[in-house]
């Protein structure tokens, strides 16, 4: 029965050997690869199909109703709130709350 020393010393051997193989075919895989991309013109977005990441869009804060547009209150403000008053024009966001309403009997966590 071989000894502990031994073993280790042959899974060393192994692994080299293996390490060797692996990066010897990954040549040749590669090589393949390239061949016949050469072959068909095939573009990288065939081969490696990705879509751009998309933009985050910002949600407006001020809504002109005579003309439907709006602004996110980035950058240069637009002629049609250029020096007016703004909060005439910000859309409300905050949630209204109807505390005159019934009690939810069923509801966990009742609003105090």
Do not use: C
């Given at each position: 029965?071989?000894?502990?020393?031994?073993?280790?010393?042959?899974?060393?051997?192994?692994?080299?050997?293996?390490?060797?193989?692996?990066?010897?075919?990954?040549?040749?895989?590669?090589?393949?690869?390239?061949?016949?991309?050469?072959?068909?013109?095939?573009?990288?977005?065939?081969?490696?199909?990705?879509?751009?990441?998309?933009?985050?869009?910002?949600?407006?804060?001020?809504?002109?109703?005579?003309?439907?547009?709006?602004?996110?209150?980035?950058?240069?403000?637009?002629k049609w709130i250029e020096g007016k008053d703004r909060s005439?024009?910000?859309?409300?966001?905050?949630?209204?709350?109807?505390?005159?309403?019934?009690?939810?009997?069923?509801?966990?966590?009742?609003?105090?």
């Amino acid at each position: 029965m071989p000894s502990y020393k031994e073993l280790i010393a042959r899974k060393d051997e192994l692994d080299k050997r293996i390490e060797e193989m692996r990066h010897t075919e990954a040549k040749e895989a590669l090589a393949t690869i390239k061949q016949l991309i050469d072959t068909f013109g095939f573009t990288s977005q065939q081969v490696f199909p990705w879509k751009p990441e998309e933009k985050k869009k910002v949600e407006a804060k001020y809504y002109d109703p005579e003309s439907g547009a709006s602004w996110t209150g980035r950058g240069k403000p637009p002629k049609w709130i250029e020096g007016k008053d703004r909060s005439q024009y910000e859309i409300k966001t905050t949630p209204v709350i109807d505390y005159s309403a019934p009690l939810d009997e069923k509801n966990p966590f009742p609003v105090q």
